[in-house]
């Protein structure tokens, strides 16, 4: 059984839909394309085109919910064979890097700069081989190509550089049929797609009961492809929603059950994740951060509704606002992190970055994922394992002192003890001194070089290559970067590949290779 947070009980939750329903209703939603309200119309739905605002009865809403899908499933790439099927609503806890950065701390400069095609490519070579996030993001843009491919040209990158089901979304209302065009090109066709998805894509609300001409675009889009969209609303506690805990819920509830609402009403069945993105405004310095203790409480309160009406479910969280690696990013990514497993969240986005979303790096993203696999470890089945009664080993350990080398303990530590890589340091004093003393930012630089040496290609048929960027060239007639070739794999006696889990414990495609360090 998963452990639980519990910060509400049923009939909580039950005023708070209750609440964001009667908005719903009585004030109901900005809906910001002409084209969604009339099909909202058609459907049945009160609108005021006065002021582009639907409004959702309270039965629409109901079955909405009831037509949602309690789970579903992405794959990778076709004929990517090692990595298998993703399900969110069942339970089990994902974890996707951050999305939308914009700038990049390089772990080589040390400076923080706009990041470039190179960046990303190696941002999705080192998610490609990490095991404990299970899905790769558009994390941030580049600014060596133009800005009418942005969105695409990082979905170009992700295609060509992992294997992994992708979590991103389109920046303007007219991206999502490209987009949608390139993922299709690794289906057998457009149904193929919709019936084994590859990709989820981000649906904001921006606040204030509003859904902008983008996002409903994009909403419309994603609807006609099939491809499955997670509803996040912007609540900012304090700026955009009530100070009060149950207020800012009742808030974004209304903002969720909007989107998710839509989507039923215009494709019943639509995979949807009810999500969010919470932040608290801080009264002093004017900054929302997301790591604050009141977003932390935020999260694990909507994710309650969202567990009550059977939903699965997502959150931006598990970052960090510090600038840099230090203290503060290791603590707010760690109890963000845990705070949204014991809350029973499905997808986390958010390792990887710093400074409000806005700072990739990618030292962080590998402690990130030494964080992501301590807090799935923690969430393991606690079950009877050979333990109870407890006789035999009571004398076994009077008997030998220890039970080190007893049967049982060879039987179960190596599902039941999680064992760190190098990232993390569990050295003595004199081990630690031994080897240098390294630094937790020097051990994690040291990791994502060693990662990335050992990378294997990902080959793509150079038709579905060249077709990949015909779409590109079409949407923009500009040169495209060119891509870094991966590099030779390299041998060492350091590095993650030398640790017990890096011999084949949990690590996946890269056992059995060494690696630079």
């Known amino acids: 059984m998963r452990p639980h947070l519990h910060l509400a009980d049923p009939d909580l939750l039950e005023q708070i839909l209750a609440e964001a329903k009667r908005i719903l209703a009585e004030i109901g ?218 207020g800012a819920a009742i808030f974004h509830v209304a903002d969720a059950l909007a989107g998710i609402s839509m989507a039923q009403v215009l494709r019943p069945g639509h995979p949807v994740l009810f999500g969010g993105g919470a932040a608290a405004f801080h009264m002093r310095e004017a900054t929302s951060p997301l790591p604050a203790v009141e977003a932390l409480r935020h999260v694990a309160l909507y994710t309650a509704v969202g567990r009550h009406l059977g939903l699965p479910t997502q959150a931006y969280t598990a970052t960090s606002e510090s600038k840099q690696l230090d203290a503060q990013a290791g603590a707010e990514t760690w109890a963000s992190a845990m705070n949204a497993a014991l809350a029973g969240v499905d997808l986390v986005s958010g390792p990887g970055m710093l400074n409000y979303l806005l700072t990739f790096h990618l030292p962080k993203l590998v402690v990130d994922n030494e964080i992501c696999g301590q807090v799935l470890h923690f969430l393991g089945d606690v079950a009877v394992r050979e333990d109870a009664p407890a006789l035999e080993l009571a004398r076994s350990q009077l008997q030998e002192g220890h039970l080190l080398t007893a049967p049982h303990t060879q039987r179960h530590w190596p599902q039941q003890m999680y064992l760190p890589g190098p990232v993390w340091d569990r050295r003595t004093l004199e081990g630690w001194q031994a080897a240098g003393s390294p630094t937790l930012w020097q051990r994690a630089v040291a990791e994502v070089e060693a990662r990335l040496a050992a990378y294997e290609p990902l080959p793509t048929d150079p038709a579905i290559d060249r077709e990949l960027r015909r779409l590109l060239r079409d949407a923009c007639d500009c040169r495209l970067p060119d891509l870094p070739p991966a590099p030779s794999p390299q041998t060492t006696t350091q590095g993650y590949l030398n640790t017990a889990e890096g011999r084949g414990r949990r690590g996946g495609r890269m056992r059995k290779r060494t690696r630079t360090g």
């Open 29 to 246: 939603m900005e809906v910001h394309s002409p084209e969604l309200r009339r099909r909202l119309s058609a459907a049945g739905l009160p609108v005021q085109e006065r002021d582009a605002r639907v409004y959702f009865p309270p039965d629409v809403v109901d079955q909405a919910i009831a037509a949602a899908p309690a789970s579903f499933t992405l794959w990778g790439r076709q004929g990517a064979s090692s990595v298998e099927p993703r399900t969110l609503g069942q339970g089990q806890m994902h974890f996707a890097p951050g999305s939308s950065g914009l700038y990049l701390l390089d772990h080589r400069s040390a400076a923080v700069r706009m990041p470039v095609t190179l960046d990303l490519v190696e941002a999705f070579r080192l998610v490609d081989g990490m095991e404990h996030i299970s899905f790769a993001a558009t994390s941030f843009s580049t600014g060596d190509v133009a800005p009418q491919i942005a969105d695409a040209w990082r979905l170009y990158l992700a295609l060509t550089q992992t294997r992994k089901p992708l979590v991103s979304g389109a920046f303007t209302a007219h991206g999502v049929p490209r987009m949608a065009e390139m993922l299709a090109l690794f289906r057998h066709d457009r149904a193929d797609l919709a019936a084994r998805p590859l990709a989820l894509f981000t649906i904001t609300a921006s606040g204030n009961f509003r859904y902008s001409a983008d996002s409903c675009q994009n909403l419309l889009d994603c609807l006609a492809w099939g491809i499955p969209v997670e509803i996040v609303p912007l609540t900012i506690i304090g700026l955009v929603a009530p100070v009060t805990p149950v």
